[in-house]
T-cell receptor, first 111, second 117 residues
Framework: RKEVEQDPGPFNVPEGATVAFNCTYSNSASQSFFWYRQDCRKEPKLLMSVYSSGNEDGRFTAQLNRASQYISLLIRDSKLSDSATYLCVVTDSNTGNQFYFGTGTSLTVIP | DTGVSQDPRHKITKRGQNVTFRCDPISEHNRLYWYRQTLGQGPEFLTYFQNEAQLEKSRLLSDRFSAERPKGSFSTLEIQRTEQGDSAMYLC???????????????FGAGSRLTVL
């Protein structure tokens, strides 16, 4: 079983829509959680860390459900510039040194 | 500091040739990671260093692959006798991790794209 699983999409949404992505992880003792954004043929860039209490950064909200072992990302009021692949990232349980990436979820925001 | 630098950005080679990629991490970062990414997939872990010590290697890293970080600064990833299946983006990332369990966040370089003909 893969450490991290994501729906690859693609998600095609109109500008202004709200879209949510989920990601599940297999190791219940995983330590840290992140969402990275990757534009086409570019490197991944940190979008936000995910904290147990949930956290928000502008139009982006991340939540962690340890009991169900899933992480979510909510994007409100989608912009054209939000079009990208969103990667769910989980660290290992022992040291937090090993980062496991999902396959990514592709989002296209349509005018 | 301009972030994580990788060189070359693109490499086209013939099957059987050796290639070497270089990564210069953010200067104050003590951790350096190598990942491989193919189209439609997320980055796959290859190996990582803390300072000059190589602490972990993936099963993906066959004996044709070797990585070094001789002085705990830049790192090289060499692939010997390249195969067409080695065609991918090779991503380097660095982070700072102290002795506690503080945040350990990866910053990636732009990657080195390898095409094996």
């Amino acid at each position: 079983r893969k450490e991290v699983e994501q729906d690859p999409g693609p998600f095609n949404v109109p500008e202004g829509a709200t879209v949510a992505f989920n990601c599940t992880y297999s190791n219940s003792a995983s330590q840290s959680f992140f969402w990275y954004r990757q534009d086409c043929r570019k490197e991944p860039k940190l979008l936000m860390s995910v904290y147990s209490s949930g956290n928000e950064d502008g139009r982006f909200t991340a939540q962690l459900n340890r009991a169900s072992q899933y992480i979510s990302l909510l994007i409100r009021d989608s912009k054209l510039s939000d079009s990208a692949t969103y990667l769910c990232v989980v660290t290992d349980s022992n040291t937090g040194n090993q980062f496991y990436f999902g396959t990514g979820t592709s989002l296209t925001v349509i005018p | 500091d301009t972030g994580v630098s990788q060189d070359p950005r693109h490499k086209i080679t013939k099957r059987g040739q050796n290639v070497t990629f270089r990564c210069d991490p953010i200067s104050e970062h003590n951790r350096l990671y190598w990942y491989r990414q193919t189209l439609g997939q997320g980055p796959e872990f290859l190996t990582y260093f803390q300072n000059e010590a190589q602490l972990e290697k993936s099963r993906l890293l066959s004996d044709r692959f070797s990585a070094e970080r001789p002085k705990g600064s830049f790192s090289t990833l060499e692939i010997q006798r390249t195969e067409q299946g080695d065609s991918a983006m090779y991503l380097c990332a660095s982070s700072f991790r102290d002795s506690g369990f503080g945040a350990n966040v990866l910053t990636f370089g732009a990657g080195s794209r390898l095409t094996v003909l």
